[in-house]
């Protein structure tokens, strides 16, 4: 039904080194960066926490457990690697006996690094960007071939694909959207209304989400493979970097200035999350750039048209992202140290890709 993430075309091509990650819950560092500080004064505790080997929503039902609270009432911003060494932000509503909720949540696994009040609870993608440090061991294939392919990243950027963690194990989020919503034989609608009752929203949420990001890998891919995913085109959408902010050209005109703008990643391509095109949407791609879209969602009509009758509305996401402050250093000959952030919204895992093939 579907090509795995690890079977799309490359930034350069298929990586022929090799090395291992996660041998350690310390080889897989991320800290969370909000971009603001919480208020200090406010109904609502924020919690940062280090947390190895336990998912995000395990931490949220600890918390909820613990608290008292309900857990639709605890807050977060993003999901965090469970096989990793990951500090991120918590919020849950200010009770009488904070400190011994913070005491008890505590465990091997999970320490509390501080806390604060803030007015309003921590929603999902308040935080700004990410903090990694991560150790390939066991590196196969030269010091000078793994370098080579950090510059290439570097000057180029990466290809912008949802990671693996998006589609759960063996694309089974994409497949359960298949089977939940999209009916070969009988009428969409119908499938839809039989199974509303056996899928809760947060888990049709997740379906719907791996499918639109499974349609947007498939247009990127190919448009590596055409060697344009950095080059404009008629009818391209573009996004100024680092921001939500979507144009089209005015005129073709200008199209050797917006070539200058994408070599100084001052603006991206934009590619498509697949949904319904209202009347009111201005940044809908057109000619060659709309060609593209089309014909490699041609392959996939039925995730496509699912999404639209279940109401998804089309929306955008850059082709591409750019490391911040990517640095690498070599603390023997086989093992590889790389630190860089990235803004919420990027994988790591679209980065390493690019570097090597894990075994």
């Not at 949220?60 to 096989?83: L, Q, R, T």
């Not at 990671?163 to 989020?173: A, I, K, L, Y």
């Not at 039989?194 to 949420?205: D, I, L, M, S």
Request: glycine share 6%; proline share 2%; aromatic share 10%.
């Amino acid at each position: 039904m579907a090509r795995k993430v690890e079977r799309l075309n490359y930034l350069k091509s298929r990586p022929k080194i090799s090395g291992k990650i996660k041998l350690d819950f310390a080889d897989f560092e991320v800290q969370e960066d909000l971009g603001f500080s919480p208020s200090g004064c406010g109904d609502h505790i924020f919690v940062s926490v280090t947390k190895k080997g336990l998912t995000t929503t395990d931490v949220a039902k600890k918390i909820s457990e613990v608290s008292g609270h309900k857990f639709s009432s605890i807050g977060y911003s993003g999901m965090k690697d469970k096989n990793g060494e990951c500090t991120q932000w918590f919020s849950f509503p200010l009770t009488d006996d904070v400190e011994k909720i913070l005491s008890s949540i505590e465990s091997a696994n999970l320490s509390v690094v501080k806390s604060q009040l803030n007015e309003r609870k921590l929603k999902i993608g308040s935080h700004q960007r990410n903090f990694f440090k991560i150790t390939i061991r066991n590196c196969v294939g030269g010091q000078d071939n793994f370098e080579d392919r950090l510059l290439a990243i570097r000057e180029h950027g990466v290809p912008n694909y949802f990671g693996t963690q998006r589609f759960g194990h063996e694309m089974q989020n994409v497949a359960a959207f298949y089977e939940s919503i999209i009916s070969e034989e009988n009428s969409v609608l119908t499938t839809i209304n039989a199974n509303r009752n056996k899928v809760n929203y947060k888990t049709r949420g997740i379906q719907i989400s791996a499918a639109r990001a499974f349609l947007f890998n498939q247009v990127l891919s190919t448009r590596l493979s055409m060697k344009n995913w950095t080059t404009y085109l008629p009818g391209d959408v573009l996004n100024l970097d680092g921001t939500e902010s979507y144009f089209l050209l005015g005129s073709d005109d200008e199209r050797e200035k917006t070539q200058r703008r994408l070599d100084m990643f001052d603006i991206n391509i934009s590619g498509p999350l697949a949904g319904i095109i209202n009347s009111k949407n201005k940044y809908v791609t057109r000619s060659k750039a709309a060609d593209i879209e089309l014909g490699s969602f041609s392959k996939f009509e039925e995730l496509l048209n699912g999404l639209q009758r279940v109401n998804v509305m089309a929306s955008r996401r850059p082709l591409r992202f750019r490391a911040e402050n990517l640095q690498w250093s070599w603390i023997d000959r086989n093992t590889l140290v790389i630190k860089f952030s990235l803004r919420k919204g990027c994988y790591a895992t679209s980065l390493l890709r690019e570097v090597c093939l894990f075994d």
